[in-house]
């Protein structure tokens, strides 16, 4: 791709982007959202035409007009929301409108599931080509749209955030098939945040700021801290290093969870947060970290044990009842369980107050106006319009928008449920200022994060659940390392 220039309307979102793709490799793109990693590959997909500028494909140069001329050029790409059909097999799914035919000119399902079984064969992959989508999880979701486009004969597969939804052992299954792939002469685009997963299997990497592009280097002759000053525009410095900070004399107990069980999956679970506090609470996918913060947030309720608010003993009907006693939840997906998409951005962050917005009956608009510029500056919401649909923001700034919101109702306990999941650098830095801002002033946080960096950054505790279980309750001297951690969390470690 040479000199890519990329305008809607008077608003130029790619300056004069060069980018080289080459058989057989991983080629890492990196940036903020906003940064204009989505619309180059929606150019190079053919869902935006390009203003000018030139693609070339094997030394050819081609016009990709619409998906079609891409995937005619062998252009595949995998999105964070897959395509699929849930209610058809998965061989109906990747012969989708190039169904393989009989000779009588009847759809051949058993045709059909023969080579998709060849295809998983030659990728390594163990799926039944008759089972119907809707019965598979989430990775093997993936694992059909890559077999999908290999189908087409894609050479280069852009694979957009691929791990948001994996578990350990499905990313290295993933990374497996990347390496297959590769080795097979085809092109990898790996669009990620993640900058160890970049370091592990890209060749190259690009990213871009602002719609140029800042850096474009081999991976092993730039170190992590030139690539993030690269992403944000300046050094890190210490946003991901723990910071002591003043608790106060206020130590009450504000979280007291003794012997917690639920028909969701907690066994026996103990977990404290006290005032002015935050405690991460780590472990591997189906250990009860979601399932305990839906416990602790009235959506589910506990089977047996004890929960204590602010030393009194509760036991939640509902999820505004938890928000009553004080208790604000940040879900683990923003887009289906923490805004209401058609919605302004308005809209979302005052949703949880409008009794505060109330004037007799009505609610106050000018009160409304008022409070959401208070909020979109505080927090640093980058929107336009703040009465535009909140489905318009970046997904950093949708994130945001949940983070401000639900602090917005002052709770005693913030319980954060993967509150960076899917945001670049930048904002994540952003929310974990907010992290550490809210507890100095006095408030309980319970940050539950995969991401072990981000966790020490902020954690004063850390509790580790396996299997439904408090495992155990590392104090900061007791954590020595990341690696240490990770060790703790896979039981591995005495």
Known sequence: MRRIVKSFGPVEVLKEVDLDIHAGEVHALAGENGAGKSTLMKVLQGVHPITSGEIEVNGEPVKIRNPADAERVGIGMVFQEFSLVPSMTVAQNIFLNRELRSKLGLIDDRAAEREAARIFADLGV?????????????????????????????????????????????????FALIERLTARGIAIVYISHRMDEIRRVAQRITVLRDGR????????????????????????????????????????????????????GLVDVDVTVRAGEIVGLAGLMGSGRTEFARVIAGIDRPSSGT??????????????????????????????????????????????????????????????????????????????????????????NQQKVVVAKWINTDPKLLV?????????????????????DYASQGNAVLFISSELPELLAVADRVVVLRDGRTDRELTRSQINSEEQLQLIIQGEAA
Do not use: C
């Not at 694992?143 to 955030?161: G, P, Q, R, S, Y």
């Not at 449920?417 to 904002?427: F, Q, S």
């Open 307 to 396: 929960i204590r608010i602010d030393g009194r003993t509760v036991s939640f009907r509902s999820a505004l009842a938890a928000q009553r006693a004080g208790i604000a939840l940040i879900p683990e997906d923003r887009r289906e369980q923490g805004l209401v998409l058609e919605h302004s951005v308005s809209a979302n962050l005052t949703l949880p107050v409008l009794d505060r917005l109330m004037a007799g009956i009505l609610v106050s608009t000018a009160r409304m106006r008022a409070m959401t510029q208070d909020l979109v500056e505080r927090f640093s919401v980058k929107t336009a319009d703040p009465y535009a649909p909140v489905n318009l923001l970046s997904g950093g």
């Open 213 to 264: 592009v800042v850096l474009s280097d081999r991976v092993a002759d730039v170190e992590v801290a030139q690539i993030i000053e690269a992403i944000i525009g300046r050094r890190l410095a210490s946003d991901l290093v723990y910071r002591e900070r003043e608790r106060g004399v206020d130590d009450r107990v504000i979280l007291a969870a003794e012997h917690v069980a639920s028909d969701t």
């Open 126 to 174: 163990s799926i039944d080509p008759a089972a119907r989508v809707e019965t598979l999880g989430t990775a093997y979701w993936q694992l059909v749209e890559i077999a999908k486009a290999v189908a087409k004969n894609a050479t280069v597969l852009v694979m957009d955030e691929p791990t948001a939804s994996l578990a350990s052992h499905e990313v290295e299954r993933l």
């Open 416 to 436: 954060m449920d993967e509150p960076t999941a899917g945001v670049d650098i930048g904002t994540k830095t952003e929310i974990l200022d907010i992290v550490r």
